[in-house]
C-alpha cells in the first residue's frame, strides 16, 4: 500500500516545526518527536503497515487545534487526526512528512440532558463509556462496535461505526445529533445540536464517515435511548452456513427485526468456545445469535416464529435465554471472536463489506471456494441481520508471499461484495485498505465529485491525504475548464 511520497522541504524544517508546536500547546511534552515515543503511534488496528509519523501533537483544547492546523496550513504541512488508533482500515496510518494529532486528552462527558434524551461528549471519550454513564439511569447509547471498550465516539463518526445493534437501531450517523468540527483552515464550527434535524444541506451526513478528511471533531452530541423492557437471545446452530445465511433472510422477509442478528462459522465458534466458555454447540457449521428487545408479549411472539423459521431451513439447534447471565454469555463468545481467532493464527486480516441480506449464501458459498483456491483459512465472524461481512483470513506474515496473498484473497472479497450488489465497506472504512479499490465500485466522475467535496473544505488537501482515494488530485485540477483552439465548451451557456 502505497502512501505520498513525503515532501523533503517540511522534512528539512523538522526542528522548526517542533519548536512553534511547542509555543501553541500548553504542555510542551504534549508534542512528541523522539523515535521511541513516536512508535506508539506508527499504526492502527490494521498493523500489517507501519510508518512513524514526523511528529505528533496532544492538544487539550479546542484553541490549540485550531492553532495547530493554521499553522500546518500555512507550513504546508500535512495532519492526520488520530482517535484511540482501533481503525482497521488504515485510516490512522502516520505520514513520514505530517503531524498526526492525537484526541485522547478529549474524553470529558460534557453535559447528559435526559429531557431531549441526549448527551453532549468530547470526541475522546470512549463508545461503551457513554453507555456506563446513564445506565444507572435506565438509558443507553446504541451503536456497539466490538472495540467498544476502547474505541471513541470521535473515530466511530469518521468511519460511521455499527455494531450488533444497529440492525435495529441504525450506524452511528442515525444516532448523532451534532457535532463541533475544525476545519484545516483553523475555523470552529458547529453543525446539528439537540434537535433531531438539522436546517439545510445534511452535512453532518457528509462528516460522518468522512475518515478525517474534511475535519477534526472536538464535540459531539448523541441520541441516548431508553433500555428496553425486556431482552432475551436465541442460539440457533445450523449444519451448514448457506442454511444460516438463507434464514437470516427469511427472518427480516417475515417482518421481524431483531435488535441484532450475528453469525459465526465452525472456525469462529471453537475459538471463542475455547476463549470464554460461552456454551455454543461445537457440532454445527453455523451459529446464528439473535436478540429480540421490547414488551416480553412480543419477544415470545417472535421467538416462536424465528423457531419455526430456522427450523425449516435445517436448524438442529435452538436454544432461548432463560435469563440475563445466559444472555450476556451467549453474546461474550461472539463479543471476543476477534481476539479469540487471534490463538489459532499468528496473524488474520478482519475485511469489511456489505452485502444484501439475499446473497448471503451464494456469497459465503464462493468465501470458502476462493479460500482453497488462496490455501488460506477464513473466520466469518458478521453482522448477518444488515448484511455486513467481517472475514478473518489467517495467515502467517513470517511465512513469505502469505501477506501479499492474503491481501488478494481479501480483494477478491471485497469485489465480490460489489459484484452482488453491495459495497466496499460498512463500517470499517476505507483508509489505504480499500483505496485502490474504489474503482471496483465508483467511476472516475463519481471519485472526482467526492473529491470536489473534500476541497470545499481542504483545498490544500492537507488533512489524511493517501487514504480513501486511490489518485491524488489538486483542487485546480479538479475543478479546471478545458478551453479547445479559443473555444468554450457549450458557448451558449451565459457565464458570470
Known amino acids: 500500500m502505497l502512501m505520498p511520497k513525503p515532501n523533503q522541504d517540511v522534512l528539512a524544517k523538522r526542528g522548526y516545526l517542533v519548536k512553534e508546536l511547542r509555543k501553541i500547546v500548553a504542555d510542551s511534552d504534549a508534542v512528541i518527536d523522539d523515535k521511541d515515543n513516536l512508535r506508539a503511534f506508527e499504526c492502527d488496528g490494521l498493523s500489517a503497515y507501519r510508518q512513524l509519523p514526523m511528529i505528533a501533537v496532544l492538544p487539550e483544547t479546542v484553541d490549540e487545534i485550531s492553532e495547530i492546523l493554521k499553522f500546518c496550513a500555512a507550513e504546508g504541512v500535512n495532519v492526520v487526526p488520530r482517535g484511540a488508533g482501533t481503525s482497521l482500515s488504515g485510516g490512522a496510518l502516520p505520514l513520514a512528512d505530517g503531524v498526526l ?17 441526549c448527551m453532549v461528549v468530547q470526541p475522546g471519550v470512549t463508545n461503551l463509556a457513554i453507555t456506563e454513564a446513564v445506565k444507572a439511569d435506565g438509558f443507553y447509547y446504541a451503536p456497539d462496535p466490538s472495540s467498544q471498550i476502547a474505541c471513541t465516539i470521535g473515530g466511530n463518526i469518521a468511519e460511521n461505526s455499527g455494531g450488533v445493534h444497529c440492525l435495529k437501531y441504525g450506524l452511528t450517523t442515525n444516532n448523532v445529533l451534532g457535532i463541533e468540527m475544525v476545519t ?38 448523541v441520541k441516548i435511548l431508553a433500555t428496553p423492557e425486556h431482552v432475551s437471545a436465541q442460539l440457533i446452530g445450523f449444519p451448514s452456513s448457506e442454511q444460516a445465511g438463507d434464514c437470516v433472510g427469511k427472518i427480516i422477509g417475515a417482518g421481524i427485526i431483531p435488535a441484532g442478528m450475528e453469525m459465526m462459522d465452525r472456525y469462529a465458534i471453537h475459538a471463542a468456545e475455547e476463549f470464554c466458555h460461552a456454551g455454543y454447540p461445537l457440532d454445527v457449521e453455523a451459529l446464528l445469535i439473535v436478540e429480540l428487545d421490547g414488551p416480553k408479549v412480543e419477544i415470545e411472539h417472535y421467538s416462536v416464529k424465528i423457531d419455526e423459521i430456522a427450523a425449516a431451513c435445517g436448524a438442529t439447534v435452538s436454544r432461548t435465554s432463560q435469563n440475563e447471565e445466559e444472555r450476556l454469555a451467549f453474546w461474550a463468545g461472539r463479543k471476543a471472536a476477534f481476539p479469540a481467532v487471534g490463538r489459532i493464527s499468528p496473524d488474520y486480516m478482519c475485511m469489511d463489506g456489505t452485502i444484501p441480506r439475499s446473497q448471503l449464501p451464494k456469497v459465503l458459498k464462493r468465501m470458502g471456494e476462493l479460500s482453497e483456491h488462496y490455501g488460506l483459512r477464513v473466520a466469518n465472524v458478521f453482522h448477518a441481520g444488515d448484511g455486513n461481512l467481517h472475514p478473518l483470513i489467517l495467515f502467517d506474515a513470517n511465512i513469505p508471499g502469505e501477506l501479499e496473498r492474503c491481501e488478494e484473497f481479501g480483494a477478491d472479497i471485497l469485489k465480490l461484495c460489489v459484484e452482488v450488489g453491495g459495497v466496499l465497506t460498512g463500517e470499517h472504512g476505507v483508509g489505504i485498505e480499500k483505496r485502490d479499490l474504489m474503482g471496483e465500485m465508483f467511476s472516475e466522475d463519481d471519485l472526482k465529485q467526492q473529491q470536489r467535496l473534500k476541497c470545499a473544505f ?36 451565459p457565464r458570470f
Request: overall charge negative.
Open 101 to 117: 494529532l492525537g484526541l485522547g486528552k478529549f474524553k470529558k462527558i460534557l453535559d447528559i440532558d435526559y429531557e431531549n434524551r
Open 184 to 221: 484545516m483552515a483553523g475555523e470552529v464550527i458547529r453543525l446539528g445540536g439537540k434537535h433531531l434535524d438539522a436546517e439545510g444541506y445534511d452535512l453532518l451526513g457528509v462528516i460522518t464517515g468522512s475518515e478525517g478528511l474534511l475535519g477534526v471533531i472536538t464535540e459531539v452530541t
Open 458 to 493: 481542504d483545498p490544500d488537501g492537507r488533512l489524511n491525504p493517501g487514504k480513501v482515494f486511490p489518485i491524488l488530485h489538486r483542487c485546480a485540477e479538479l475543478g479546471k475548464m478545458h478551453v479547445h483552439n479559443g473555444e468554450l465548451p457549450f458557448p451558449d451557456i
